[in-house]
């Protein structure tokens, strides 16, 4: 995971710098990693106070495995140049113009992306 993705690899990615205004505090599975576990995206915006309590709230009166639910947050990887791009790109539509920057973005904190990754998967083995 030492590699640092290029702009096609980025590009490669089906919902990468996808998320619309109506995507915002929906649940989205993202994927399944190598044990099995599934991956959830939820774009939480202003209000981490309000979702994730509901989040857990909802967890239980599921009443499922609190130690099968793992959340984590992700916003502390997310630098200045991902948010202008994301905010170009995503919210005035100006795709040619903010994706580049967005790729940009990611790429300065790809190495943060991976060590927030590693350390799950640790938590979790």
Not at 16 to 29: A, M, N, S, V, W
Not at 31 to 46: C, M, P, V
Not at 78 to 104: A, C, D, E, H, Y
Request: proline share 5%; net charge positive.
């Amino acid at each position: 995971m030492e590699y640092i993705p290029d702009r096609h690899d980025f590009l490669g990615v089906p919902f990468y710098d996808t998320l619309e205004k109506c995507d915002r505090g929906k649940i989205i599975l993202r994927g399944i990693d190598e044990k099995g576990h599934k991956i959830y995206t939820l774009s939480r915006q202003f209000s981490p106070h309000l979702v994730i309590p509901a989040i857990q709230d909802m967890w239980r009166v599921l009443e499922q495995q609190e130690d099968d639910l793992m959340i984590v947050n992700t916003l502390p990887t997310v630098n200045t140049l991902m948010k202008i791009g994301g905010f170009s790109s995503r919210r005035l539509q100006w795709v040619r113009f903010g994706r580049p920057i967005v790729i940009k973005g990611t790429q300065s904190t790809y190495m943060n992306i991976v060590k927030v990754v590693r350390q799950i998967k640790e938590k979790i083995i």
